[in-house]
């Protein structure tokens, strides 16, 4: 049996977990990896590299995965069902776990008309519940979607998004518990912004009794400025964004400052829901402030298991 990754063993250990986000350039400059990857280096346990973010073409996931691999990060690999079909996702999931990669998020994927080429067709052969239970089955039973025997599986840590703020509210801890059912590890949610409607969805979590079984990550993204945070509001589904923390936000005199304080503030108060297993800290395009915000939340270092 393969040894369990750095990510899967923090978060068995029960220690408060640290993931980040690397976003692959647009161009084949593999240069820009590891200079983010220099940036996180330290800061998390491992990194999220995405798949075609916002639908738009970077280089692939897998590629950017193997790169801050050498960099001294662990990945994890962002796998969408826009834009391959259970051939293509399985293939490309034997040639990672190939490469040693060992964590893997399973996403529906944002719809091609956010992106740079919105002509385009998108596949969703799979959405997000059937490929964790697909993935799932690969690892534990050794078998393709199709039921062929794989002769060396793929063994990957595997987690799913979750998105506590989308209408119905009620129904989204029963959507989570789909995807526990299907075989999701743990879960990343979507950004915190209100505290009050997450706290209501952990809550509803634990009534499931999900949290026993599956380690949940709080999203946390420092916002850069007040239009950030307008255009989230306005575009962004499943996103909930109050007022009070536009206004913060417009009357800051320094909002980058004040968009790594909101960030710590929002990770010191998740960290006191029962339930939440660590942190996904997203900084858009803004890798350099994973470490400072880590350091100031007081998640630094990060423990060697």
């Not at 899967?8 to 593999?30: C, H, I, Q, W, Y």
Request: charged share 25%.
């Amino acid at each position: 049996m393969k040894s369990k990754s750095n990510l899967e063993k923090v978060l068995s250990s029960r220690k408060f977990a640290v993931t980040a986000e690397l976003g692959p350039p647009k161009s084949a400059d593999a240069n820009v990896v590891r200079t983010k990857a220099a940036y996180l280096k330290g800061a998390c346990d491992a990194v999220n590299i995405t798949d075609c973010q916002t639908a738009i073409v970077r280089m692939s996931s897998i590629s950017a995965g193997v790169i801050a691999s050498q960099e001294g990060l662990e990945p994890v690999i962002q796998m969408t069902c826009r834009d391959r079909n259970r051939i293509g996702i399985q293939s490309d999931l034997l040639g990672a776990a190939a490469l040693g990669l060992q964590n893997l998020l399973c996403l529906t994927g944002d719809h091609q008309s956010f992106g740079n080429h919105p002509q385009s067709k998108n596949v969703h052969d799979l959405d997000s519940i059937s490929l964790l239970d697909m993935v799932r089955n690969m690892r534990d039973k050794k078998i393709f979607q199709c039921a062929e025997e794989i002769e060396v599986e793929p063994r990957f840590f595997i987690g799913a998004a979750a998105s506590p703020f989308s209408d119905p509210l009620e129904f989204r801890a029963l959507r989570l518990k789909k995807k526990y059912d299907a075989g999701a590890d743990f879960i990343q949610t979507q950004i915190v912004y209100n505290l009050e409607k997450f706290s209501l969805w952990m809550k509803m979590v634990r009534e499931l009794g999900l949290e026993r079984n599956l380690y949940i990550l709080a999203g946390i993204t420092p916002p850069k400025s007040a239009g950030m945070l307008k255009y989230m509001k306005k575009f962004v589904p499943g996103q909930d964004v109050p007022d009070e923390l536009i206004s913060r936000m417009e009357s800051a005199k320094d909002p980058e400052e004040e968009g790594i304080k909101v960030a710590v503030e929002m990770i010191e108060k998740v960290r006191q829901i029962e339930g939440i297993a660590g942190v996904h800290i997203m900084a858009i395009e803004w890798e350099e402030a994973v470490s400072e915000i880590a350091n100031r939340a007081g998640l630094l270092p990060r423990p060697i298991v």
